[in-house]
């Protein structure tokens, strides 16, 4: 039963570049969610979408970053350009649409820009 | 605003001593509380949940945790740790309402089992 599946695993990248996150939700899952982990903020929600629509970007640092979830089985995070102070480990999580439904991580994408 | 509170930063546990992580919690309406493990360099795994009913919660690898209403907390808990159980532990709250459907976490409480 495969899981939220993220790529890439591991990302080392240079100041100014694009970075691309992506992320395949479990199916059948209709909420959508990345986060950020970091020593210093602990994690944050960057955004979550509902049925494809995003619902709650506040989370989103700045306009260097931006989200997309073009269908229900796939997701990208985008970072441009790319700063050291984006490097931290980025999770996408998904859920059914529901206080109650338990939400699945994937194993993040380990970013480093240097 | 919903929020979650892990008052401690580290628990240090002998092996084969029963272990507590704390989990305070401030919500409006009915509670949806999560606790998630993580260990190192892998991403969140989910233990075990409080919806409603039973106020004692099983979830994997032998965990419970106990919610109370009164105290508004949903501490975790283990009778005898083990080695492995050493991870970083993180209580959430689920929003519902005005917070939506996400997920809103404590600062996280590194655990640490001692043979």
């Known amino acids: 039963d495969a899981g939220v599946i993220q790529s890439p695993r591991h990302e080392v990248t240079e100041m100014g570049q694009e970075v691309t996150l992506r992320c395949k939700p479990i199916?059948?899952?209709?909420?959508l969610f990345w986060y950020r982990q970091t020593m210093m903020r602990g994690l944050e929600l960057l955004i979550y979408f509902n049925n494809n629509v995003p619902i709650d970007d506040s989370g989103m640092p700045e306009d260097r970053f931006s989200a997309k979830m073009p269908n229900a089985s796939f997701s990208t995070l985008k970072i441009q350009p790319s700063e050291p102070r984006d490097s931290a480990v980025y999770f996408c999580?998904?859920?059914?649409?529901?206080?109650?439904?338990?939400?699945?991580f994937g194993e993040g994408s380990w970013l480093t820009v240097v | 605003a919903q929020s979650v509170a892990q008052p401690e930063d580290q628990v240090n546990v002998a092996e084969g001593n029963p272990l507590t992580v704390k989990c305070t919690y401030s919500v409006s309406g009915n509670p949806y509380l999560f606790w998630y493990v993580q260990y190192p360099n892998r991403g969140l795994q989910f233990l075990l949940k409080y919806i409603t009913g039973d106020n004692l919660v099983k979830g994997s690898y032998g965990f419970e945790a106990e919610f109370n209403k009164s105290q508004t907390s949903f501490h975790l808990k283990k009778p005898s740790a083990l080695v492995s159980d050493s991870a970083l532990y993180f209580c959430?709250?689920?929003?519902?309402?005005?917070?939506?459907?996400?997920?809103?976490f404590g600062q996280g409480t590194e655990l640490s089992v001692k043979p």
């Open positions: 999580a998904s859920s059914l649409n529901s206080a109650g439904n338990t939400i699945y």
């Open positions: 199916s059948g899952h209709n909420s």
């Open positions: 959430a709250v689920r929003g519902i309402y005005n917070q939506g459907g996400k997920l809103i």
